[in-house]
């Protein structure tokens, strides 16, 4: 059955860890008609402009937005994945997030919506080679979550979100506030938690001041983790229980180690409960090893079972007996290792914390990564050093120099001297969908009162005050030590087709009167997204497509012709939507590829490389005007398309061709949906996705430009 979903409280492990994940290309907006991708120029101004921006209202949604030509896109939806607690199968239902204020939690609307068949259950994907030879690509890592593809650690607590309060049956167990029931009581304020995220005490029977009685907190839905024999370790006295698909098996558990058996499925789900905890010597240190271990020669290397440990490999170890440091799934680092750099944007919930001071930000120890502030810095560099790959790291807009200077001296202290970091503030600061970039603007205004009075564009004095922000913490962390200068490379971020934006950025006229130079002087690579196809998703292309779906191939081969702009047989043409998208007569990754030129020739102008963010597809249907989701199938049918590795093979080709040099790839691993299909793959196991195989053969290959 159809469960709708609590509010802020509940969403806040699951809107602010997602919000990230899909980046700021899509629609916030329920008629994406109103919005345009982070690559796409406004339809009624140049893209050479940024001074005359316009507000309007976003349709749908009522909250005034600034002008696509500088704002880009709104915000991507999300995926927010219920449960049926009666069954334990997942329910998929969908968070329309709308223009948050600052601070604010995006409030989820429900709808059911119907996904085509899925490429495949969750299974041990083999382990892929790195190459010998550095590559010219990176990734995007996915938001942590108990719904995400993407299985990081081998203790998938870190996964887990938040802790709902509920009750059954007990007193009080009535009457509840609009939204709230006995599945989440919401009232999770009056936890009374640890250090590190655990409930000390849990109410009496008897206690009318609050209804709950256990906590839960869900470890998997959608069926994301492998079926198989789970081990739980705890530390403390109390009852712990399992819902959803996992069943314990008493006979086999004892204290402190409950033995869980997870059932697989597309709908399957796991959550833990704790039912008692005592005061004094509470659960706590709770640790969920699934299925599978590795060698002990080689505990990088995932295996299923003992039998797999020749004798020459050494005795096989189970996850829960891994090494303390050994906290990554070998799975998962089968997939990331050989890329350059790992981009850990939605690790650091960029788009959405107001994380300020250093002391606050998420310690190792905490129960799960999937709070408002993300993941620890100090697991980000572990990674980065465990696969050898340069960390992609944005720095949250609110942090204070203090905060820079602290993470720039744990980065010097804890990462290869062979790595580098790629410094980032914020994530798209041109992106007035994100809380962040609102803030930035009302810092600028007040940061310069003088030019607002004179009527300078507020936008462009947003611009000027991320620029100079930028240009601060990167002088900040090159500074903290006497050798950080050339640890660190300062990564600006503009929109694909603005290069304007890019110019505005590099010259920051506005801020250069008080740095004494244009940020340019401080800046070592200038970074869009030219992602491809945004404008399929327009409604004013839903007839069509609608057609198109109706042919005897589903749509694919008219998706596949306006994407590339060839026929099968490889031959150029007219790409089909030419008539109606004349900006993009040659086709989608044609478009893309001009926006990539056009940067290129601003970032040279300042001697700058030019770098890839994210990039990728980017086909989002138009809801508003799809009621049966048939675009929407036609889209992710696309995205499972074995052309589309052909497609992916082209953009990089372009990209290549334009003088781009290390791409980034938006995102790991995530499954689709109306509001995108932004995964690489849709889960661990989904090797055989034609995005990823396009990947892969980059990852695997050396990079292409001069010097790298």
């Not at 303390?324 to 690790?347: C, E, H, S, Y």
């Not at 007839?543 to 047989?569: C, I, M, R, Y």
Request: net charge neutral; with cysteine; hydrophobic share 40%.
């Amino acid at each position: 059955m159809q469960r709708s979903i609590p509010d802020g409280r509940y969403l806040s492990s699951l809107v602010v860890a997602l919000s990230a994940t899909v980046a700021a290309c899509g629609g916030g907006s329920t008629d994406t008609s109103s919005v345009v991708s982070n690559s796409e120029p406004s339809a009624t101004q140049s893209a050479s402009t940024l001074t005359n921006a316009t507000t309007s209202a976003a349709a749908g949604g009522g909250e005034a937005v600034q002008d696509a030509a500088v704002a880009g896109a709104t915000s991507k939806a999300i995926e927010v994945p219920s449960v049926d607690p009666d069954t334990g199968s997942t329910v998929v239902a969908t968070a329309e997030p709308t223009a948050p204020s600052i601070g604010a939690v995006t409030t989820a609307t429900i709808q059911s919506v119907v996904l085509p068949p899925s490429s495949g259950p969750v299974t041990s994907p083999p382990a892929f080679p790195g190459q010998g030879t550095r590559s010219g690509v990176g990734l995007n890592l996915s938001a942590v979550s108990y719904y995400s593809g993407e299985i990081p650690t081998i203790d998938v607590m870190k996964r887990a979100g938040a802790w709902m309060t509920q009750c059954n049956g007990t007193t009080g167990c009535a009457n509840f506030a609009h939204g709230a029931g006995t599945w989440d009581t919401q009232e999770e304020s009056a936890l009374d938690l640890d250090a590190n995220g655990y409930p000390r005490t849990l109410p009496a029977g008897n206690d009318t001041a609050v209804k709950y009685r256990k906590v839960t907190t869900m470890l998997s839905a959608n069926g994301m983790l492998p079926e198989g024999r789970y081990i739980v370790r705890y530390d403390g006295a109390g009852t712990l229980t399992y819902g959803g698909f996992a069943s314990k098996q008493a006979s086999l558990s004892s204290s402190g180690r409950d033995v869980v058996d997870l059932k697989g499925g597309s709908t399957s789900s796991f959550w833990l409960t704790i039912a008692a905890t005592t005061p004094g010597n509470h659960l706590r240190n709770i640790r969920v090893y699934p299925p599978g271990g590795a060698c002990a020669s080689d505990l990088h290397t995932f295996v299923a079972e003992a039998a797999s440990c020749a004798s020459a490999k050494g005795a096989f170890v189970p996850f829960e007996s891994f090494p303390a440091t050994n906290i990554w799934n070998p799975q998962f680092l089968a997939d990331v290792k050989g890329f350059r750099t790992l981009r850990f944007m939605d690790w650091g919930a960029t788009n959405n914390t107001l994380l300020e001071n250093w002391g606050a930000r998420p310690q190792m120890t905490d129960r799960a990564w999937t709070g408002i502030n993300g993941v620890p810095i100090e697991a980000m560099l572990d990674l980065a050093n465990t696969v050898s790959a340069d960390p992609w790291i944005n720095l949250p807009a609110h942090v204070n120099d203090d905060y820079v200077l602290q993470f720039a001296r744990l980065a010097i202290q804890k990462l290869a001297p062979t790595l580098k970091v790629n410094l980032e503030y914020a994530n798209e600061p041109w992106n007035y969908a994100f809380p962040a970039t609102k803030w930035m603007l009302a810092q600028a205004q007040a940061a310069w009162p003088d030019e607002v009075a004179k009527g300078t564009n507020i936008y462009t004095l947003e611009g000027n005050w991320y620029a100079r922000r930028l240009v601060q913490a990167c002088g900040i962390a090159k500074n903290s030590s006497s050798d950080a200068g050339s640890r660190f490379r300062c990564i600006s971020n503009t929109q694909a087709a603005q290069p304007s934006q890019t110019e505005q950025v590099l010259a920051c006229t506005v801020a250069a009167k008080t740095l004494g130079q244009a940020c340019a002087k401080s800046i070592d690579v200038v970074s869009i997204a030219p992602y491809f196809g945004y404008y399929l998703g327009s409604t004013t292309q839903s007839a069509t497509l609608l057609s198109w779906a109706a042919a005897p191939d589903g749509g694919l081969d008219k998706v596949f012709q306006e994407l590339t702009g060839h026929d099968a047989a490889g031959r150029s043409i007219v790409a089909p939507l030419a008539a109606t998208a004349s900006n993009a007569p040659h086709g989608a990754i044609a478009q893309a590829t001009s926006w990539m030129e056009g940067t290129r020739a601003v970032a040279a102008k300042y001697g700058l490389p030019m770098w890839a963010y994210e990039g990728g597809q980017h086909l989002v249907p138009p809801i508003a005007s799809d009621p049966n989701s048939t675009i929407t199938n036609l889209m992710i049918a696309a995205n499972r398309d074995p052309r589309m590795q052909g497609a992916y093979e082209q953009m990089i080709a372009s990209w290549q061709s334009a003088g781009g040099q290390v791409f980034t790839y938006f995102n790991h691993a995530a499954l689709p949906s109306k509001w995108g299909s932004w995964g690489m793959k849709e889960n661990m196991s989904d090797n055989n996705n034609a995005k990823w195989k396009a990947a892969l053969e980059k990852r695997n290959s050396a990079c292409w430009w001069s010097g790298c």
